[in-house]
């Protein structure tokens, strides 16, 4: 006699059954760029809008795991990690010039390469010099545009900078400027400085991206974008012009707790921009690893008002 299998169990049995792969299941890709091995990962159905993902220091297109199946269902997420760091090729700075305008270029490369004429750019943190780029080179391929802790003005610069600053103007007489910047304690601050929730963050991160910091090699490399950034405060002016001149749709997300970007350059965003959608959250530097659902709710609401 054949054996009955009982409702429960056959709910237990279903929900065992692996499930068939959807559009918001990330899919990993390195492809030749340049002359550089770009790594990206990509979710989300081909003919969707498209939003471009661009990461931060020190971090990759890691940042946004959380972030994209939240938006995958309806959007085509693009998330390129930079030469120099995550899973993209590291050549040494004598073989690739770590520049601002370089990342620049070598990214704008990949998104032609893969036939991404129109998108909306998430930019965070180093994403922000080399989205403005990209951006001022291309402004017909803007759709939309979405900031978080993506820093475009004098005042957002954190007391940090100070620091940085006496780097720029003599970097040989400030090694010790470049050992904070890629130390252990550094690392791990630039996720947990400012939050109220220090539970909601991944120590893999900061291990992680320590780990990759330690890598030969890599001193070079992020000691070359350090002193590389004074060409993007240089730049703010034109960025600022171009985003008059342009009006982009445009939301900004910022972490208000952030020391490094600090809030004022969210609401500087406000005298070239008077119609973005501005919130500063309670978050720090990395806002997504405390409030990715919000930001993704906000994320969802303005690109649905702010359709192709």
């Given amino acids: 006699m054949p054996s009955l299998v009982t409702g429960a169990a056959a709910l237990a049995l279903a929900a065992a059954s692996p499930l068939p792969s959807t559009s918001a299941t990330s899919i990993f890709h390195k492809v030749d760029v340049d002359g550089v091995g770009m790594f990206y990962r990509e979710a989300g159905p081909k003919d969707a809008p498209t939003l471009v993902l661009l990461h931060g220091f020190p971090s990759s297109s890691r940042e946004f795991n959380t972030l994209i199946p939240l938006l995958a269902t309806r959007y085509h997420l693009i998330a390129p990690d930079f030469p120099g760091f995550g899973q993209s090729d590291a050549p040494a700075p004598s073989a690739y010039a770590y520049t601002f305008d370089h990342l620049a270029r070598t990214t704008n490369a990949l998104l032609e390469r893969l036939g991404i004429g129109r998108y909306s750019l998430y930019l965070h943190d180093y994403g922000a010099p080399v989205g403005y780029r990209i951006m001022l080179a ?121 020391p490094s970007f600090v809030a004022a350059g969210a609401e500087a965003y406000r005298r070239d921009l008077p119609d ?25 609401n303005f690109l649905a008002r702010h359709p192709e």
Avoid at 233 to 241: F, G, H, N, T
Wanted: charge should be negative; proline fraction near 5%; glycine fraction near 6%.
């Fill in 138 to 258: 291309h402004p017909e391929r803007l759709q939309t545009l979405i900031v978080q802790n993506g820093n475009a003005y004098r005042e957002g610069l954190g007391a940090k900078w100070a620091k940085i600053a006496a780097f720029w103007n003599a970097p040989s007489d400030h090694a010790e400027v470049v050992d904070a910047f890629l130390s252990f304690d550094a690392t791990k601050q630039r996720h947990i400085a400012g939050t109220a929730h220090p539970e909601r963050y991944d120590p893999d991160s900061w291990t992680d991206e320590f780990a990759h910091l330690s890598k030969p090699g890599q001193r070079a490399i992020q000691a070359a974008l350090l002193y590389d950034y004074r060409t993007n405060v240089d730049a703010y002016p034109s960025w600022q012009v171009w985003l008059r001149a342009h009006r982009p749709p445009t939301l900004i997300a910022w972490g208000g707790n952030d």
């Fill in 276 to 300: 973005a959608e501005i919130h500063i959250l309670d978050a720090g530097h990395f806002a997504l690893d405390e409030k990715v659902d919000e930001i993704a709710y906000l994320i969802m």
